[in-house]
């Protein structure tokens, strides 16, 4: 007598369709790891003699989540099928009796990105299945295991990306599910709780509905897997409605304004061989307020990595012209020419870890910029203070469209880095540091740069003063409003 299996709607779009790839992904209580457990399980059942492999980023936890949620689906299926299985806890593993197939847990991820490499299965895998993708601090450890798993792979495999989005739109699990929405070669599937409503409990069901009544906003997020922002963001006062301004604007409030430069403070990040280094230009303005110029940013992994030296004399040096020019604030050629001239002041505050670079930076440019390291902080303290900048809007940011890159000497377009990475700074569990799976390079070295500046209790009262002094044009916000009138 044939046997029945109860599964939700999608997992028969799944099961029918010819494609190799799929991406679930959703809220919790979506059924994503059980439902796609059952489908390796039909897939071993209907190809003997072939293997599947889960993995997870955490290896320790497998025997209670990824292998426990295994064997309970098997389990659901009935007697007929999970007799067909043994269950083994060292190694974890969930062996076909007669040898016909292993399902196999490994870990993968986390700091050795070539873990996976060392995979052995006795048979051409038919399912790969990827559990909890969102923990992974980069696409990188993804594609390391997937090209690892891939040597492996038989005919007809399906392989299951399965992840909880952050709420941020820019986390990099979030931007991969929308680059994947458009390839034909991948099914992307937002699977939540409501896929799978016959198959959950009252009392889920009723919690369920309790948050959807009393926190909206929380509920769309960790039950429907919008994402919507907000949660654990280190500045969830930061809006680029507000704060983000675009070339053309500055122009206007420079052309009907007294607002003019009197300074430039540069915060940098220095990091060679896997992140990126970045200085971030902050015009300081005679209201007090400083808005955000053109940003430095070398990214090795993409333009090769370049020691300091070049990279300060190759690089950086056509940067800081470039922005020392475009607001007149005067270059280092022309205060090399005229010395005596009224040359603007420059400040330039690098990671005090980052010897190296400040060493290179003082060789080149410190007869134009005072060049040193920022007087860092415990993490929470260094925020406490650019989010005290940026909520008394002395911060403002001019979103070019892209960044110029110096080794291609090309512009690439794209969103403004700093404003990205504003929007996308969580915290870690402890609350006490970043959370390492979103990039901080560009936001670093903004924060040394309003440290160095705004953590003076002064700098930030001048500009309360002058605010007391002239309701008139004294915002570029308020400027830009008389423009739309």
Not at 303 to 315: E, P
């Amino acid at each position: 007598m044939p046997t029945r299996i109860a599964m939700p709607l999608f997992c028969k779009q799944i099961l029918e369709s010819d494609k190799n790839y799929f991406c679930l992904y959703g809220g919790r209580l979506g059924g994503k790891t059980n439902n796609t457990s059952k489908i390796g399980t039909i897939v071993m059942l209907m190809h003997p003699y072939f293997d599947v492999v889960v993995a997870r980023v955490s290896y320790g936890s497998l025997g209670d989540s990824s292998y426990a949620e295994f064997q309970a689906a098997i389990n659901e299926m009935g007697d007929n099928i999970s007799e067909q299985f043994k269950f083994k806890r060292s190694p974890l593993r969930i062996e076909r009796v007669g040898n016909a197939g292993t399902v196999y847990f490994i870990g993968y991820g986390g700091s050795n990105t070539s873990r996976t490499k060392s995979i052995k299965t006795k048979h051409k895998i038919k399912v790969v299945i990827l559990e909890e993708t969102q923990e992974l601090k980069n696409e990188e450890n993804l594609q390391q295991a997937l090209a690892s798993f891939r040597r492996h792979f038989g005919e007809d495999v399906k392989v299951f990306i399965l992840g909880n989005p952050y709420p941020q739109k820019v986390h990099w699990f979030s931007k991969f599910i929308e680059q994947h929405k458009f390839d034909p070669d991948w099914l992307v599937m937002n699977v939540t709780y409501l896929d799978i409503l016959p198959f959950i409990n009252d009392y889920d069901l009723k919690e369920i509905l309790k948050m959807k009544m009393n926190n909206p906003e929380y509920y769309r997020w960790f039950y429907l897997g919008e994402m919507t922002g907000g949660f654990g963001m280190v500045y969830p006062m930061f809006r680029r409605e507000k704060y983000v301004i675009n070339p053309s604007e500055w122009e206007y409030v420079l052309a009907n304004s007294n607002i003019r430069p009197v300074g430039l403070i540069i915060g940098g990040d220095g990091a060679v061989n896997n992140d990126c280094t970045s200085f971030v230009p902050g015009i300081l303005l005679n209201n007090g307020q400083c808005v955000i110029g053109p940003i430095f940013n070398h990214d090795p992994k993409k333009d090769g990595a370049l020691g300091y030296h070049q990279l300060v004399q190759d690089r950086m040096l056509y940067w800081f012209e470039r922005v020392t020019g475009m607001f007149h604030l005067g270059t280092l050629m022309e205060y090399r020419m005229r010395p005596y001239a009224q040359n603007l002041p420059i400040w330039m505050r690098i990671d005090s870890a980052a010897a190296d670079l400040i060493a290179e930076c003082k060789f080149f440019v410190s007869d134009r910029a005072s060049v040193g390291p920022v007087k860092k902080e415990h993490v929470p303290q260094m925020v406490s203070t650019v989010q005290s900048a940026i909520l008394n809007e002395n911060i403002v940011i001019i979103d070019y469209g892209g960044t110029h890159n110096y080794t291609t000497n090309k512009f690439e377009k794209g969103e403004n880095l700093l404003v990205e990475q504003l929007e996308s700074l969580i915290w870690n569990e402890k609350q006490d540091n970043y959370d390492p799976s979103v990039p901080n390079d560009t936001s670093d070295a903004f924060t040394y740069l309003v440290n160095a500046w705004y953590r003076n209790p002064e700098n930030i009262q001048y500009f309360n003063i002058a605010k007391m002094k002239n309701r008139q044009t004294l915002l570029i916000s308020d400027i830009l409003k008389k423009r739309s009138k």
